[in-house]
């Protein structure tokens, strides 16, 4: 029962990025042939909303689920970092279609030729948690 509230949110989450059309492969590639504003605006909002809602967390001093005061720890700005991981990222993004979110929302819409991408994406994870002490941080 505890995590009911969850797996609603899960539905929710999958009907708003179905409907939206955040995961066809079409709205993806015309954003990257900088096509469209459609994604642009998605992703913006996207953002806007979470530095509003990180703010309210921060503010009124937000609990998670288990009590626990909700703390974000800051990073060091890396430019290497962030670029290398960008590109790796836009680079699987463009490949398949799709990022981390919608790969579970577009097996659950029965295109399950994404299992195969789901699978990798762990792969590649727990890859990288073998190989992250070598890397360079």
Known sequence: MKLLKFFLLGILFG?????SEVISWFR?????RFQSFHMYGVIGTAVG?????VALIKKFKLK?????QIVFNPKAFSIPRYLF???????????TGACPGPIFVLIGNGYVVFIAVALSALLGTFTYGLLRDKLPH
Request: aromatic residues 10%.
């Open 15 to 19: 009907i708003i990025m179905t409907k």
């Open 85 to 95: 991981g960008g590109i790796i990222f836009g680079l699987g993004w463009a490949l």
């Open 28 to 32: 993806i590639q015309e954003m990257f």
């Open 49 to 53: 909303l979470g530095v509003i809602i």
């Open 64 to 68: 998670n689920n288990e009590g626990a």
